[in-house]
């Protein structure tokens, strides 16, 4: 789940002057105003918005070519007395992301094609918040992942983790594999399609789990595409439905697909070539196998039986109830603090109230989850 940090959005003229501001401010109050002579209207809390908003008599990009010079003449004047400083190092960072040398050695504001990174700051109340944009809508913050158990007896979340919402659902999952124990017991671990891949279902094993992800609905994938081998790596084609080795492959990280090459004569004649459908040129055949459609085809054919796609999607619903109770109930979006340490904790206090809430349901009879039977 997206976390919001409790921060206000800021365009890039508030960004860099609340930056410089807050250093002026700072050498202020050591009485050292010799150091920001000139700058004084910086120290004023109430000039940010006169030109930040109600100046409408000055273009935007002169007033931000203003902030940028100020800063710039006041950074090498204070950097021996306050370049440890978090409002020195705030400043300097929110110049080096949001500005670019021109043809003369000036520094000037970064236009569009230069691009942004997520994890550039977004505002010095955090500046661990990163930026991340998800189902359309833009998130500034954190992620959390959360692992819920589940029996006919009840549910408990047993462990959570938070991080910057760059992070991908596949990290976490891998993370949490790599330190969960060995279970006595077959267990199911259920997850959205984005959790899946052939290293978290080789961790899952493992620990002596199956893997079993929902998002199966759709256009069913072509079943010749599960009888593809892969090397340990779960990169690499080792051989195709009829045995043969590939000329060549590699491995498309952004489409988590591979290209696989056979030589012509390996195809032609072969009984699988109208469900493989290839690209036949003069020397080559390729073509591309999506590991994510080859999932659901081993799933479906090894796993997915009417009774399990039951079970999946009944837990499944349930789990999707919990980052609304902490979103809507524990107001995760609105917690009182800021920065990444002290968010993750105030976190763990909300997801350990939920529990202790389940636990007093609980001993009143009143939280029960219906009882499965796998065959």
């Known amino acids: 789940m997206m976390i919001e940090s409790n921060i206000r959005?800021?365009?890039?003229?508030?960004?860099?002057?609340?930056?410089?501001?807050?250093?002026v401010r700072e050498i202020a109050r050591n009485g050292q105003t010799e150091l920001f002579e000139g700058l004084n209207d910086y120290e004023d809390p109430n000039n940010r918005n006169r030109i930040v908003y109600h100046d409408q008599s000055t273009p935007q990009n002169e007033k931000i070519q203003k902030v940028i010079n100020d800063a710039i003449s006041l950074l090498p004047k204070c950097k021996d007395e306050y370049g440890q400083t978090d409002d020195y190092q705030l400043l300097q960072r929110a110049i080096d992301e949001q500005t670019k040398n021109d043809d003369k050695g000036n520094r000037i504001p970064k236009a569009k094609e230069d691009g942004m990174t997520p994890d550039i700051l977004q505002n010095p109340s955090d500046p661990d918040a990163t930026y991340r944009s998800k189902a359309g809508k833009p998130h500034k913050g954190y992620s959390a992942n959360l692992v819920e158990?589940?029996?006919?007896?009840?549910?408990?979340?047993?462990?959570?983790?938070?991080?910057?919402?760059?992070?991908?659902?596949?990290?976490?999952?891998?993370?949490?594999?790599?330190?969960?124990?060995?279970?006595?017991?077959?267990?199911?671990l259920i997850t959205d399609g984005a959790y899946a891949s052939e290293e978290t279902s080789r961790l899952a094993a493992d620990k002596n789990m199956d893997l079993l992800t929902t998002g199966l609905l759709g256009r069913k994938p072509k079943?010749?595409?599960?009888?593809?081998?892969?090397?340990?790596?779960?990169?690499?084609?080792?051989?195709?439905?009829?045995?043969?080795?590939?000329?060549?492959?590699?491995?498309?990280?952004?489409?988590?697909?591979?290209?696989?090459?056979?030589?012509?004569?390996?195809?032609?004649?072969?009984p699988y070539q109208s469900k493989c459908n290839p690209n036949v040129k003069e020397r080559t055949a390729s073509l591309i196998i999506p590991l994510k459609s080859r999932r659901r085809i081993l799933e479906s054919t090894e796993l997915m039986n009417d009774?399990?796609?039951?079970?999946?999607?009944?837990?499944?619903?349930?789990?999707?109830?919990?980052?609304?109770?902490?979103?809507?109930?524990y107001t995760v979006d609105k917690m009182p603090v800021r920065g990444k340490l002290k968010t993750k904790q105030f976190f763990g206090f909300k997801v350990a109230a939920l529990n202790f809430s389940k636990l007093i349901r609980f001993t009143k009879g009143k939280l029960r989850c219906r009882s499965f039977e796998l065959a």
Do not use: W
Request: hydrophobic content about 30%; aromatic content about 8%.
């Open 9 to 23: 959005q800021m365009g890039r003229l508030e960004l860099l002057y609340t930056c410089l501001a807050n250093l």
């Open 149 to 188: 158990a589940v029996d006919e007896k009840g549910s408990v979340i047993v462990d959570y983790q938070y991080d910057v919402n760059t992070r991908s659902d596949a990290s976490f999952i891998k993370e949490y594999l790599e330190n969960a124990e060995v279970s006595e017991e077959t267990s199911a």
């Open 223 to 270: 079943e010749i595409l599960g009888q593809f081998e892969l090397d340990e790596t779960g990169h690499k084609i080792t051989s195709c439905p009829a045995g043969n080795v590939p000329k060549s492959g590699s491995y498309i990280k952004q489409t988590d697909s591979i290209r696989v090459s056979f030589y012509k004569h390996q195809c032609e004649g072969c």
């Open 307 to 329: 009774e399990i796609r039951t079970f999946i999607g009944r837990i499944r619903n349930g789990v999707e109830t919990v980052p609304s109770i902490l979103r809507n109930k």
